[in-house]
């Protein structure tokens, strides 16, 4: 698995050796407890790092030395966390320097080195992190954290060696969406905890959009007030009287304070952001004059693109300079993220007194309005000494002149914002997006299934090869962005950020010539431990084994592939019901199963099971005949958009998911066996419709007309054949939400089958959704 190693990672190898050792060693000290060894796979990995001859245990009587000021500060922090996370609660001192112990030392700052850049050195007589500014310090102590959080024990025996360390770049961020799902301080100072622990130092927090807006601003209380709830669509947003079960969260300036201190003290910026001039319906509901259009709006309950805009005019810029004023107050940080993206112009086209405006100000277009709006909102950040960023969007109309550009539509927006000379964070979508599925998994939960598996983030480089050398200075850093549409909880948003959040912090942080995707894999483990100890329930599916099968329904067999999703190697079955351990049978090649067969399997790395539970399948004969939505394919022909969708029943409770593409929505079995078969047997879900398209995308999506009162299920021989079943809908689902429906089946010549199945009629504001198809003999 190993191949062409770096010089930082044989290093990590010799240390693993060495740490071996070391352990060894260490276990005849009398009157310390076992010391566990260790690990040096630090995640991101360090610039260098070379071992030394001897080790230093750590026990219960080590001393936390540090001078008075920043180093003693850091200490401390790193006191607590180890006390919170570890077996040690070890006391801080001003003691001197010459005793044994762990050091903080707060240096001359170096000219040439980044104020994060450290050095991190384990000898025999203890550890000494130096460092030139608090912030370096801090993230000695998060490497000197990551090499102790190990499994629980009270002695560690840390290797001698050598740190020196510095990042690649200067924005390493994470951008949450606290308006689509609410995220509450504790949560976000979760987040901000281990987002420290990865050296990532930017976050970006998504406080305003259609759905909500999430930011106490003090002169204009209904932004909160009318724009901090909303009605759900579909059954969660009503309560079993039939009044509106409303969905509200704002953050308090209070809050807002609290946070921001919190994550400076984990030396990480928040950048707040407040979406101009798209993204605005929240705050046009609770100030409809600043909108365009007559009368009133709510806070939306669809995702996707809704069309209200900011009104372009000088009163409602000066209202936003208001907000402005108020964030400026509450966020210390250089920039002020303004958003800029998606911000469809139907409403400013329609509006007579915009067009008038537009024309007024001798401007090109409702682009250039915009632009237009950006830059005088530039102007006041400038004069409040703050930065604006904005999504690549704001290239369009013009940049405004100081501007940094958020790439998130690809690389090219950072491309060009980067040659006229702008700064650049890139972010794009289809690879840094958190909200896009890790793995293809049916256990993934809701989101979109355009996959951004943990190789995808590794394997990115945020310096593009086509940027004139020149140039690349202008890229600041990369950010990944958790977008929360379908993300309604904490344990989901944990799986989602976690394990992939490595990943993003290794691009982030490594030089690009130590990439190793390999030696990442042999790290990660030790990864998970440590967010084992933060108490981060990180995501599974990446951990557990993925199943391909081909049926042989004739021969009552199953071919089985087995894979880990992030590619690991060793993953060990069983077939007997029994959990599969080290000494299971190997996967080496494709199995094939004789029906009924209970397939058990697991992903190993040095012996021990990677994820929490084993992965099960039920081989039987009844899985011949079944598919769900999560193991049929998209009609090729219009079946775009593809989301896993949440059910919006129960209320409280788990509820199902479904794969459906927004455009055409149909689920389709390739090659099906259907010579015995008599009837197609589906269990449908209803679920609410709520998505906000650009027309143009509006006018592309479609049903088949419905023939009978409320639509039909109908099974075709591939998207455009021959209808082999068709049976009417009803006007509801049952009380628990579902169908299920028995459609006979006219089996064609040949008796194989692409059955594409669909519900014809635009049923909105809901959709019937398939769960489950059993061919019936
Ligand atoms: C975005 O995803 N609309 C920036």
């Given at each position: 698995m190993i191949r062409n190693r770096p010089a930082a990672l044989r290093h990590a190898a010799a240390l693993a050796t060495l740490l071996a050792l070391a352990a060894g060693c260490a276990r005849q000290a009398p009157a310390v407890a076992p010391p566990v060894a260790a690990s040096p796979a630090l995640i991101p990995l360090p610039v260098s790092l070379t071992p030394e001859s001897g080790q230093f245990v750590v026990t219960a009587t080590t001393r936390i030395h540090a001078r008075a000021g920043a180093a003693d500060g850091v200490a401390r922090q790193f006191a607590d966390l180890l006390a919170r996370t570890t077996a040690f609660d070890l006391p801080v001192d001003s003691g001197d320097p010459a005793t044994a112990g762990i050091h903080f030392i707060l240096a001359a700052p170096r000219k040439d080195t980044s104020p994060e850049a450290y050095v991190l050195h384990v000898g025999e007589d203890g550890v000494r992190i130096e460092a030139g500014d608090a912030h370096g310090l801090f993230n000695g102590a998060m490497s000197l954290w990551q090499l102790m959080a190990g499994p629980r024990a009270d002695a560690v025996a840390l290797p001698a060696m050598r740190i020196?360390?510095?990042?690649?770049?200067?924005?390493?961020?994470?951008?949450?969406?606290?308006?689509?799902?609410?995220?509450?301080?504790?949560?976000?100072?979760?987040?901000?905890?281990?987002?420290?622990?990865?050296?990532?130092?930017?976050?970006?927090?998504?406080?305003?959009?259609?759905?909500?807006?999430?930011?106490?601003?003090?002169?204009?209380?209904?932004?909160?007030?009318?724009?901090?709830?909303?009605?759900?669509?579909?059954?969660?947003?009503?309560?079993?009287?039939?009044?509106?079960?409303?969905?509200?969260?704002?953050?308090?300036?209070?809050?807002?304070?609290?946070?921001?201190?919190?994550?400076?003290?984990?030396?990480?910026?928040?950048?707040?952001?407040?979406?101009?001039?798209?993204?605005?319906?929240?705050?046009?509901?609770?100030?409809?004059?600043?909108?365009?259009?007559?009368?009133?709006?709510?806070?939306?309950?669809?995702?996707?693109?809704?069309?209200?805009?900011?009104?372009?005019?000088?009163?409602?810029?000066?209202?936003?300079?208001?907000?402005?004023?108020?964030?400026?107050?509450?966020?210390?940080?250089?920039?002020?993220?303004?958003?800029?993206?998606?911000?469809?112009?139907?409403?400013?086209?329609?509006?007579?007194?915009?067009?008038?405006?537009?024309?007024?100000?001798?401007?090109?277009?409702?682009?250039?309005?915009?632009?237009?709006?950006?830059?005088?909102?530039?102007?006041?950040?400038?004069?409040?000494?703050?930065?604006?960023?904005?999504?690549?969007?704001?290239?369009?109309?013009?940049?405004?002149?100081?501007?940094?550009?958020?790439?998130?539509?690809?690389i090219d927006g950072g491309i060009v914002a980067a040659s006229q000379g702008h700064d650049v964070v890139m972010t794009p979508g289809d690879t840094l997006y958190l909200d896009f599925l890790q793995t293809d998994l049916p256990d993934e939960p809701p989101g979109r299934p355009k996959f951004t598996p943990m190789q995808k983030i590794y394997a990115f480089d945020p310096v593009p090869a086509a940027l004139p050398a020149g140039q690349r200075h202008h890229i600041l850093g990369v950010q990944a962005n958790m977008w929360t549409e379908h993300t309604r909880t904490w344990e989901r948003l944990q799986h989602n950020l976690f394990p992939r959040l490595a990943a993003l912090a290794e691009i982030a942080w490594t030089p690009a010539r130590h990439k190793d995707y390999d030696g990442f894999l042999e790290r990660l483990p030790a990864q998970l431990q440590r967010y084992r100890a933060l108490g981060i329930a990180y995501g599974q599916t990446a951990l557990s084994v993925a199943m391909q099968r081909h049926d042989d329904r004739a021969g009552n067999r199953v071919q089985v592939e087995l894979a880990n999703p992030l590619g690991y190697a060793d993953i060990r079955y069983t077939t007997d019901g029994s959990a599969p351990t080290a000494r299971s049978p190997a996967y080496t090649a494709p199995l094939t199963l004789q029906v009924p067969t209970d397939l058990k399997a697991a992903t190993f790395v040095d012996g021990r099971p990677l994820a929490d539970s084993a992965s099960r399948w039920t081989l039987d004969a009844a899985s011949l005949l079944t598919r769900t939505d999560k193991t049929l394919a998209q009609c090729p022909q219009g079946g775009r958009l593809l989301l896993r969708l949440e059910d919006d029943t129960p209320v409280d409770g788990p509820r199902e998911t479904f794969d459906v593409t927004l455009f055409n929505p149909c689920w389709l079995w390739e090659d099906a066996q259907v010579q015995d078969i008599a009837s197609v047997q589906v269990r449908a879900g209803r679920i609410p419709y709520n998505f906000g398209l650009l027309r143009e995308e509006e006018a592309k999506r479609g049903f088949r007309p419905a023939v009978a009162a409320h639509g039909e299920f109908e099974v075709r021989d591939g998207c455009d054949g021959p209808l082999l079943a068709s049976v009417p809908l009803p006007a509801a689902p049952d009380a628990d939400g579902f169908i299920t429906l028995h459609a006979p089946l006219r089996v064609p010549a040949g008796g194989r089958a692409d059955l594409c199945m669909t519900f014809s009629g635009d049923t909105r504001p809901a959709m019937w959704v398939l769960k489950q198809v059993v061919l019936r003999p």
């Open positions: 020196e360390d510095a990042p690649r770049f200067a924005w390493r961020g994470v951008m949450l969406d606290s308006a689509r799902h609410f995220w509450s301080v504790d949560q976000v100072k979760a987040l901000l905890d281990v987002m420290a622990t990865h050296k990532l130092n930017t976050f970006h927090w998504h406080l305003t959009d259609d759905q909500g807006w999430r930011i106490e601003i003090k002169r204009y209380p209904r932004l909160t007030e009318i724009g901090g709830c909303r009605v759900p669509q579909g059954e969660a947003g009503r309560r079993a009287d039939g009044t509106p079960d409303l969905y509200c969260g704002h953050y308090t300036q209070a809050q807002i304070r609290d946070v921001v201190a919190y994550a400076a003290a984990r030396h990480i910026t928040v950048v707040p952001e407040i979406d101009v001039p798209g993204h605005a319906q929240a705050a046009v509901a609770a100030y409809p004059e600043h909108g365009v259009v007559d009368g009133p709006t709510q806070p939306s309950h669809d995702w996707g693109v809704n069309p209200y805009l900011f009104n372009p005019r000088e009163e409602t810029l000066q209202f936003l300079e208001g907000v402005l004023a108020e964030v400026i107050d509450l966020f210390p940080g250089p920039y002020v993220h303004l958003g800029g993206d998606e911000a469809v112009k139907y409403q400013w086209q329609a509006s007579p007194a915009v067009q008038a405006h537009l024309r007024a100000l001798g401007l090109k277009d409702e682009e250039a309005l915009q632009s237009y709006m950006l830059k005088r909102l530039e102007s006041f950040l400038e004069e409040h000494g703050r930065r604006l960023v904005g999504w690549d969007e704001i290239i369009e109309g013009g940049l405004p002149p100081q501007a940094t550009v958020m790439s998130w539509r690809g």
